[in-house]
């Protein structure tokens, strides 16, 4: 580890609680504009059209919450139009949750919003490449702490 002064240490974490409180304030807000829920704003916003689906369980995971959870959001998201289950091409035995065109399109104005929004896209794409780097290398990192390493 680089020696580092407290002052630099308390600057760096401050700088990434701002970051991050101005970014869920943003996102809180282009969500809010949808009419959904945070709850089903989170299930859409994971549910990329971008990516390959994932199990309804596996996306319970994603977010940290309970299937059944998931399950309710899924009920309330396709009442909506959002949203429809299938079965999952891998194993039909497991269900996936899949955006309807209606779901795409609200899915593509929330992205759209967040690019109008966010300071992240006033960097240029080079820089935003750079903290996308440099965020999934503290990522990385932070999985290879020892647990209780903060307590000892």
Do not use: Y
Not at 50 to 77: F, W, Y
Not at 114 to 134: G, H, K, P, V
């Amino acid at each position: 580890m680089t020696a580092t002064t407290p002052e630099h240490v308390l600057s760096l974490l401050q700088q990434l609680c701002d970051v991050a409180d101005a970014q869920n304030e943003d996102i809180a807000d282009v969500l809010g504009e949808s009419g959904l829920t945070k709850p089903q704003a989170g299930v859409l916003w994971a549910l990329s059209p971008t990516t390959p689906p994932v199990s309804m369980r596996e996306l319970a995971r994603k977010l940290h919450c309970d299937p059944s959870n998931i399950t309710l959001l899924g009920d309330q998201l396709q009442a909506a139009g959002l949203v429809q289950r299938q079965p999952d091409p891998s194993d039909g035995r497991r269900r996936i949750l899949v955006l309807t065109e209606q779901g795409v399109a609200l899915w593509t104005r929330l992205l759209e919003r967040m690019q109008q929004r966010s300071a992240l896209f006033t960097l240029t794409s080079e820089e935003q490449n750079q903290l996308l780097d440099l965020l999934e290398k503290v990522e990385t990192n932070r999985a290879q702490i020892p647990t209780g390493f903060l307590t000892q």
